[in-house]
């Protein structure tokens, strides 16, 4: 059976006509030369989409993986009809070629941005370029020569300078103002005073502080109701204070504390022979062990320091002996002392660009006597050498002599002079 169809299909191709023979062997021979051709066709579109894809990256000279959309699993974003209907974009290539996917073959999209959304952000495609203010290159030190490397080279290294160094000077008349028990002596007159005031201090910024502050007055008067002295002093003052710091925490500090005053002249009243007090007539000495807190308040504008201590020594030395009695010494001796707790308010506020109060609170007590003195100094700065002061200082002893306004005591004066600062 099987030899007989052979045998048929044999005959039939024999007995077609010769032009019929030759239309089917040149169909056989069009249909193997047309499929090289649609690979090749297929091959070059590929490429010249390589071409275009492999420009755009070189002309955006970029490699930031703009075109991973094409290559992925197809998603279906959001951002592409925009660009693409956009009026100031139009869309790219990659923006063309997904649209057209999604609109004749929406079967292959696989996901969606709202579906990435919720596994991570989407890459941007279009990152913003940064140019930066200065190339490189400008900053680029050019390279040494040889001979330069071999040339010996000097090297400063600047030693850090922990020091701060300030100070301040004036020169003031004015109209003073004292009670007649002050302990120094004076009476209320027009006179001239001069002071200065220098500060040397030292902090490594390593926990340690050393501060010096050396306080200098002396006013000078010429009263006419006075016949028996030319000149006499009406302010008169030495201190020392010093501070030795370690710090705690980042205001307060383990501190020990000395102050040390004294005069310069001889302090006495007017139309009287008596000599009230004198250089080192007399000398207080107060060290002191606490803590201090650094103040730095209204943003800068109110600084200083209160020392707070509950271990505090008082010496007073008299170098005349006559004075003794005048200062809370018993007579014929020369000093006394005690101890107690002290505590020290030192505050500076710049009220305005022109006004400015310093105060300086100081009180000691041994439990059986109570020394409070109150130092209040404001300042009109009317330019950078011309200035006011208004000085107030109530004064409270009651270890000294009790006197007609018991044991309180008042001095004041209002000046104008020049001063100068640093």
Avoid: C
């Avoid at 996901?111 to 941007?124: A, F, H, S």
């Avoid at 400063?156 to 922990?162: H, Q, R, S």
């Avoid at 007017?270 to 060290?287: A, E, G, K, Q, R």
């Avoid at 650094?294 to 505090?312: E, F, R, W, Y």
Wanted: charged share 20%; aromatic share 14%; no cysteine.
């Amino acid at each position: 059976m099987k030899l007989k169809l052979f045998l048929l299909a044999v005959s039939t191709v024999f007995a077609l006509p010769m032009d019929a023979q030759s239309r089917l062997r040149s169909t056989r021979v069009h249909n193997t030369d047309t499929l090289p051709a649609l690979v090749k066709q297929y091959m070059d579109s590929l490429k010249v989409t390589k071409a275009n894809i492999d420009s755009a990256v070189v002309e955006a000279n970029t490699n930031d993986g703009k075109y991973y959309r094409l290559f992925a699993p197809l998603t279906f974003y959001h951002g592409v009809s925009e660009n693409l209907f956009a009026l100031e974009k139009n869309g790219d290539e990659q923006d063309r070629t997904l649209t057209n996917i999604y609109l004749n073959r929406p079967d292959l999209v696989r996901n969606t941005q709202r579906q990435l959304d919720l596994v991570g952000p989407v890459v941007n495609p279009y990152p913003e370029s940064v140019t930066p203010e200065t190339e490189l290159a400008h900053k680029v030190v050019a390279k040494a020569d040889d001979a330069d490397i071999e040339a010996p080279v000097d090297i400063f290294v600047a030693k850090p300078n922990f020091w701060k160094l300030s100070g301040n000077y004036s020169l003031q008349l004015f109209q003073n103002y004292v009670s007649d028990n002050w302990y120094k002596g004076g009476e209320s007159n027009y006179s001239m005073l001069g002071t200065v005031t220098l500060q040397a201090n030292y902090n490594n910024k390593q926990r340690f502080r050393w501060e010096n502050k050396l306080e200098l007055r002396l006013g000078l008067q010429n009263s006419k109701g006075d016949t028996l002295h030319t000149v006499r002093a009406s302010e008169d003052l030495i201190r020392y204070t010093g501070k030795v710091g370690l710090q705690a925490t980042k205001r307060w500090y383990y501190t020990f504390q000395l102050i040390a005053s004294t005069q310069f002249m001889r302090g006495l009243k007017s139309n009287d022979h008596t000599v009230y007090s004198n250089f080192l007539s007399p000398l207080y000495i107060n060290p002191s062990l606490g803590m201090d807190y650094s103040v730095d308040a209204l943003k800068g504008k109110l600084t200083g320091s209160i020392h707070l201590a509950p271990i505090a020594y008082n010496l007073t030395y008299i170098k005349d002996s006559k004075m003794a009695s005048r200062f809370g010494v018993d007579e014929g001796k020369h000093t006394k002392y005690d101890f107690g707790s002290e505590v020290t308010l030192d505050l500076a506020w710049n009220i305005a660009n022109n006004i400015s109060w310093k105060t300086r609170l100081y009180g000691y007590t041994s439990y059986k006597r109570v020394l409070v003195e109150w130092e209040n100094t404001v300042t009109f700065i009317f330019n950078k050498y011309i200035s006011s002061n208004i000085f107030i200082y109530p004064r409270f002893d009651d270890g000294a002599k009790r006197g007609k306004h018991g044991y309180m005591q008042m001095k004041e004066f209002i000046s104008l002079g020049f001063n100068y600062g640093f």
